[in-house]
């Protein structure tokens, strides 16, 4: 039905940027909010940024001033530009899209597979 296809994970030194993308495919009707999780081993799973199709942005606290979202709305798309990255922000980073697919009036919420994000100090 719907595939969620993130990149632009990798390994890169603090203080480094990285620029994730995940494009969505499938029979989309509509997409409402988009968004960028992480998780870490053992941990819960937490909110990076998010952005709503009109293009209101809700940002985690611990990532406020370094990271950007957007998204293309034509293509279906979300980035996330990660600058003066930290150790700490090593994680499994995942993208979610709530999605009406044609012919059905829910609104689900579909998930990446996830992209490695690793920061070296």
């Known amino acids: 039905q719907v595939q969620l296809v993130e990149s632009g994970g990798g390994l890169v030194q603090a203080g480094g940027s990285l620029r994730l993308s995940c494009a969505a495919s499938g029979s989309i009707f509509s997409i409402n909010t988009m968004g960028w999780y992480r998780q870490a081993p053992g941990k819960q799973r937490e909110l990076v940024a998010d952005i709503t199709r009109g293009g209101s942005t809700n940002y985690g606290d611990s990532v406020k001033g370094r990271f950007t979202i957007s998204r293309d709305n034509a293509k279906n798309t979300v980035y996330l530009q990660m600058n003066s990255l930290k150790p700490e922000d090593t994680d499994v980073y995942y993208c979610?899209?709530?999605?009406?697919?044609?012919?059905?009036?829910?609104?689900?919420?579909?998930w990446g597979q996830g992209t490695q994000v690793t920061v070296s100090s």
């Open positions: 979610a899209a709530d999605v009406q697919v044609v012919g059905d009036l829910r609104v689900l919420r579909y």
